[in-house]
T-cell receptor, first 112, second 108 residues
C-alpha cells in the first residue's frame, strides 16, 4: 500500500544549509514531479521528470535542483536554503506525462 | 502562468445537502482532474476526465469535462462529515496546473 513515499516528513533548516528531499514510487510510473504548496496558492510545479534520464523545469524552479536516480526515485535538493523556501513539498508520479498523478504525503520544511 | 479559477473558495453546508464547485481556465485543457486533500496528507485523485463533454461518477461524486474544454465541475450528493477537506481541480495542457482549492466544511 506504499504508492509514493517521501522522506523526511518534517525538517527544520537554518538559512544557507543544504538538504535533499527523497521520493520513491512503487507503481512503475514513468513520470515524476515535485511541487510546493503554500497557503492560498494551491500546488506549484518545481521540476518534473517525464521519464528516467530526463528532467525539466516547472513553474518555480529557482533555488532547486533535481535528480532522477532511477525509474523509482526522484530527489529534490536545496543547495542553500532560504526562508522563502519554507513550504510543504509534494512528490507525485504518473504513468503518462501530464496524466493523472498520485501524490505522497508531503515533507513539511521550515527554514529559519 | 496558467490561471485556473476555482470557486467557491469555501463552503459551509449541512450534512445531507448537495455540493457543487467548478473550475474555469483561460486555455484549453486535454484532461481535467479532481483531487481531495485532507489535513496533513497529499491530494488524492477522485475523478479523471479525458474527453470534452465526459460525465463521470465515483460514488456520490460526479464530475464533467466542459464542452469548451475550458471548464469542469464537481458535484457531491448527500454530503457526509467525512467529505470535509479541500478539493482541487487540475488541468493538463502543456503542463499540469492546479486550482487554488475549495474548502468544504460539513456541519452535522
Amino acid at each position: 500500500n506504499a504508492g509514493v513515499t517521501q522522506t523526511p516528513k518534517f525538517q527544520v533548516l537554518k538559512t544557507g544549509q543544504s538538504m535533499t528531499l527523497q521520493c520513491a514510487q512503487d507503481m512503475n510510473h514513468n513520470s515524476m514531479y515535485w511541487y510546493r504548496q503554500d497557503p492560498g496558492m494551491g500546488l506549484r510545479l518545481i521540476y518534473y521528470s517525464a521519464s528516467e534520464g530526463t528532467t525539466d523545469k516547472g513553474e518555480v524552479p529557482n533555488g532547486y535542483n533535481v535528480s532522477r536516480l532511477n525509474k523509482r526515485e526522484f530527489s529534490l535538493r536545496l543547495e542553500s536554503a532560504a526562508p522563502s523556501q519554507t513550504s510543504v513539498y509534494f512528490c507525485a508520479s504518473g504513468s503518462d506525462s501530464w496524466g493523472a498523478q498520485h501524490f505522497g504525503d508531503g515533507t513539511r520544511l521550515s527554514i529559519l | 502562468g496558467q490561471q485556473l479559477n476555482q470557486s467557491p473558495q469555501s463552503m459551509f453546508i449541512q450534512e445531507g445537502e448537495d455540493v457543487s464547485m467548478n473550475c474555469t481556465s483561460s486555455s484549453i485543457f486535454n484532461t481535467w482532474l479532481w483531487y481531495k486533500q485532507d489535513p496533513g496528507e497529499g491530494p488524492v485523485l477522485l475523478i479523471a476526465l479525458y474527453k470534452a463533454g465526459e460525465l463521470t461518477s465515483n460514488g456520490r461524486l460526479t464530475a464533467q469535462f466542459g464542452i469548451t474544454r475550458k471548464d469542469s465541475f464537481l458535484n457531491i450528493s448527500a454530503s457526509i462529515p467525512s467529505d470535509v477537506g479541500i478539493y482541487f481541480c487540475a488541468g493538463t495542457g502543456n503542463q499540469f496546473y492546479f486550482g487554488t482549492g475549495t474548502s468544504l466544511t460539513v456541519i452535522p
